[in-house]
Nanobody
Framework: QVQLVESGGGLVQAGGSLRLSCAAS????????MGWFRQAPGKEREFVAA????????NYADSVKGRFTISRDNAKNTVYLEMNSLKPEDTAVYYC??????????????????WGQGTQVTVSS
């Protein structure tokens, strides 16, 4: 059973930066595509970014392109989300997710099999 644990959330002022981490265990990390999603109060969980097993494919939501960067370190079983130029509308609980799938970086929520518990990101104006 794959387990995912997010960290790195917090409170930051608009224009600031945060780096989220997601540590995976219970599977061969390099076999899993990884994604980040977020959910704001009263809203649906939405796609943020995804990365393929080797990191060669990356996919971003339009709302974060140019500001967020997803990366992974297969030796450390960890995926990262570097968030810059944060805006109040980025405030949400951020979740990482994984799926045993090669050659793709899925953006659809239903493509993922495993989810972390989430980490809160709050951006003040």
């Amino acid at each position: 059973q794959v387990q995912l644990v997010e960290s790195g959330g917090g409170l930051v002022q608009a224009g600031g930066s945060l780096r989220l981490s997601c540590a995976a265990s219970g599977g061969t990390f390099s076999n899993y595509a990884m994604g980040w999603f977020r959910q704001a109060p009263g809203k649906e969980r939405e796609f943020v970014a995804a990365i393929s097993v080797g990191g060669g494919m990356r996919n971003y939501a339009d709302s974060v392109k140019g500001r967020f960067t997803i990366s992974r370190d297969n030796a450390k079983n960890t995926v990262y989300l570097e968030m810059n130029s944060l805006k109040p509308e980025d405030t949400a609980v951020y979740y990482c997710a994984s799926v045993r799938m090669r050659g793709t970086a899925p953006s659809h929520r239903d493509a993922y099999d495993y989810w972390g518990q989430g980490t809160q990101v709050t951006v003040s104006s």
